[in-house]
């Protein structure tokens, strides 16, 4: 797969708006706002959830929600998936009939920003999944990311307050998705990865967001066995990690990182004092044109 | 009320953990990582939902949360606050007997961080509000509650990855709150709010996380007229702040703000240029102590 087969478009008009504002000397200014709209999920006759999302992409929104949340099986055949941007819902038909009824009447909300989920259906399939012990990630790798991601033109660079979550490999970042939650930013490629009958081996996972509980069950369930996170940690994502052999490594800017499980499979094959600081004109937390700005 | 009448306690052992892990050079470091934990809210006989939380102040979240869902009324009595640390549960009761049976089917997640909520129940009162057309926020005010705030001892500094909010009034923060999921920390507000009778006249609204559709509808629905936020705007948060008549101010850091709703609360009494930037070693997105870190 090529670098970058998928990446952000902070062009495409619908996805930021210009707003006018006063700034702090008392001055009208126009700055770039992120899109926020809700979109309605169906599993054939049943309406799932509704989300606020940027709006790209719905079809591998929907479908990686789907997967994620354990309603699309890796055996169910997809019938068909319908998107009304009017009516702004989607709708994902499966061959066999489906009833989650259940399912949706228990609600969890997790610390992940923009979802809540079905946490004990989460939970469901974790104790199953067993990561590749040997997979490896070269510390040239993870600097050779970090840097690719973050230079290139993305709607966070653009507006901000956004999240981003990259699919890599070895070096390279494939598919790079971004919303206003960043767990639409994993579901949308778990979509994608479910629709373009992408293997998880070898594969490595970039995100923006912390590492809490749910990112890390998602990232277990998606049978990817390392993934890099810019933010921290929570100690409950940390020990659900140990327990699966995920690598999680987070706080990773500039030379610095911090592996807080799984660090066997790290190849320390760069000397960390030849990485160059993140150049603050440049790097995600401070980028002049957005204004530095937590997420 | 006093100053911090409220304040973190990152010295609490609950809230944290010391996790040892491995750096970039390879060498073994220890850290602190903040606890997530989940939190189940009953109404009265009713299982509403479970939340992954830090853990303090259960009954503060459990009442801010059925508040800010429009699950408790105002004219409700509340008769008992039960919490339950080994089955973590809290139990709210009321007089009025309750059931949201239909209200919990529909499930709607937001952009926001740490909760899935019930969207069309926040909008429900959303059009009745007026807020006071006589707030103002004087900027000296602004540039103060910043600067207090983040030079407070907090989880943040102390292991990041966690959001805070904080009940101002005037140059003085009251009420600050921190928690995985910066909806808890709203929620947590609304809750002291609520148990404690504190009126919204006169306060401001203080938050370290994005300006969402979601963090706007509660501060509207909590009467706050005023908010402010270290980091950046959704369009659709921008719209019903207009709507709404509130002040949304975001990406403020340093000298630097932005207004893109209700500016004409805004008295700029102090020069920006005499606001000193925030100090590297202390702000909060690049603390040493805990590197800079993406919430």
């Known amino acids: 797969m090529e670098e970058f087969t998928v990446r952000p478009n902070p062009a ?3 996805l930021t708006r210009r707003m006018v504002g006063v700034d702090q000397t008392g001055q009208p200014v126009e700055t770039s706002v992120v899109t926020e709209q809700p979109l ?4 054939n006759g049943q309406e799932i959830v509704t989300m606020m999302t940027i709006g790209d992409f719905p079809d591998y929104l929907a479908v990686g929600y789907l997967v994620n949340q354990n309603m699309l099986r890796a055996d169910d055949r997809i019938a068909g998936i319908d ?5 702004a819902t989607v709708v994902v038909r499966t061959e066999r009939r489906t009833n989650y009824e259940t399912k949706l009447r228990k609600k969890t909300l997790t610390s992940g920003c923009a979802q809540g989920t079905v946490f004990g259906d989460l939970m469901e399939k974790f104790d199953e999944v067993r990561l590749p012990a040997d997979a490896i990630l070269r510390t040239s790798w993870l600097y050779a990311l970090s840097r690719k991601i973050n230079l290139a033109p993305s709607l966070y660079l653009e507006a901000g307050a956004i999240h ?5 490999e070895a070096d390279r970042p494939l598919i790079y998705m971004e919303d206003v939650g960043r767990h639409n930013a994993i579901d949308k490629i778990a ?3 479910r629709l373009n009958d992408v293997s998880p081996d070898g ?3 970039y995100t923006t967001g912390r590492l809490t509980s749910e990112m890390v069950i998602k990232t277990v369930q ?3 066995p390392i993934v890099i996170s810019r933010s921290g940690f929570t100690a409950w994502g940390v020990e659900l990690a140990r327990q699966a052999g995920l690598t999680l490594i987070g706080r990773a800017k500039g030379k610095r990182f911090l592996a807080l499980a799984g660090a066997e499979r790290i190849v320390f094959d760069q000397d960390p004092e030849g990485v160059a600081e993140e150049d603050s004109r440049r790097q995600r937390k401070a980028a002049e044109k957005t204004m530095a700005e937590d997420l």
Do not use: H, Q, S
């Open 40 to 43: 309605t999920v169906f599993l």
């Open 12 to 14: 495409d008009p619908r």
């Open 83 to 87: 998107y009304d941007e009017d009516l």
């Open 222 to 224: 998606m049978r990817i």
């Open 164 to 168: 981003g979550c990259v699919l890599c």
């Open 191 to 193: 979509g994608y990865m």
């Open 203 to 205: 594969k490595i996972f």
